[in-house]
DNA sequence: ATGTTAATGTAGCCTAGGCTACAAAGCTAG
DNA sequence: CTAGCTTTGTAGCCTAGGCTACATTAACAT
């Protein structure tokens, strides 16, 4: 008789680690860009209602990456932030390598949003090294 | 005020896409190798539940990309062998790149599977023409 | 200081995909 | 031909992510 949890865990550690991604990457920028990151425009830069937003956020404070403090911006931990840098590279390095290749800017930016949280760290590194190498 | 049925669509594409290719790629093998499809073997090689299945290719035949019968074995319809077939051959283009760059056969294969249904017959060419010249 | 607007939060509904437990139908062997 | 295993199907529960409609809080302007 199989433990339920496993696969919950599994689903979730890809599901949720998808949205982790996505925000804190996004909640990183915005503090960057305009000093701190609000629910509204999450939700407006990801294109979905505030409602869904702060389900999302107040499940990923749950898992640690961040803190909200009613009707406050939201801030990172310091797990967030590492998700959050560590997403950013990736994403940085796979759009130079789709650019490299040869797709369009437009359909590479498109493209990447979906592939990004797909690629593994291995594969990462060999394009790193592949574009290194052929320059 | 925003019709629903817009997001429900953009995401139902996305996400129902993605099992539709998975599916019919999988039962195209099925038939292939086994001679038929059923819902046993398709609940085993996608390592979930025969129920998730079941449930799964319901939809997909309200879709239609394949046809069911009350205890018979599965088969597709047009729509989901041209399906299984595009998709099979994208996965195959992929997998071909990635070790063409250098990604380890076991890691390859494993992001592939994540990565094939973000990747846009765009940059599907692309890549094709990438390696052609790069051979 | 109050009234309007913007931001946040809550309730409740939907789809999709995951599960277990149980029920029914079909095969296959004795 | 019946007992038992395999396959298929149903009921019901869970998470995650999508929404609208409504409620509350805060900020701002007059």
New interface residues.
């Given amino acids: 008789m199989m433990n339920n949890t496993k696969n919950f865990d599994k689903s979730r550690e890809q599901n949720s680690l998808e949205s982790a991604e996505d925000y804190t990457e996004l909640i990183y920028d915005l503090i960057s860009l305009k000093g701190e990151a609000r629910v509204v425009d999450i939700a407006a830069s990801l294109g979905i209602s505030h409602v869904t937003a702060i389900r999302t956020i107040s499940r990923l404070e749950k898992k640690g990456f961040l803190i909200t403090k009613s009707r406050s911006p939201i801030t990172l931990t310091k797990k967030g932030t590492s998700l959050a840098l560590f997403s950013k590279n990736r994403h940085q390095t796979l759009l130079k390598f789709?650019l490299f290749?040869?797709?369009?800017k437009q359909?590479?930016e498109?493209?990447v949003?979906?592939?990004e949280?797909?690629?593994?760290k291995?594969?990462l590194k060999?394009?790193e090294?592949?574009m290194g190498q052929h320059t």
Avoid at 101 to 104: A, E, H, R, Y
Avoid at 117 to 120: E, G, K, L, P, R
């Fill in positions: 789709l290749i040869g797709v369009p359909v590479a498109k493209d949003e979906g592939m949280h797909h690629v593994s291995t594969t060999t394009i090294s592949y």
